[in-house]
């Protein structure tokens, strides 16, 4: 990063507008969901069906492809207790 500040001289005010409209971006998405009541009753449906499962003795599985991959992994690591 220090290669091309010295070229252009303006990363830091680029990178400083970028995060700027990516977590402006951010709050509008949440509070879109927030707001919205069809996201809220499928995320408490979907919470209840895994609740409903794991204490049936059932188990969660996750899959992905590439990138999503590593996310299912990381998802399936919160829900192991050791």
């Not at 990516?22 to 809220?40: D, G, I, K, N, P």
Request: glycine fraction near 10%; include cysteine.
């Amino acid at each position: 990063m220090t290669a091309i500040a010295t070229q252009t001289g303006s990363v830091g005010t680029a990178a400083s507008r970028l995060l700027d409209e990516h977590l402006a971006a951010s709050v509008q998405v949440m509070q879109a969901s927030a707001s919205s009541e069809t996201f809220r009753a499928s995320l408490i449906s979907v919470a209840d069906t895994m609740t409903a499962c794991l204490r049936a003795g059932g188990k969660l599985m996750f899959a992905g492809n590439g990138g999503s991959a590593v996310d299912a992994q990381h998802i399936a690591g919160e829900f192991y207790p050791g």
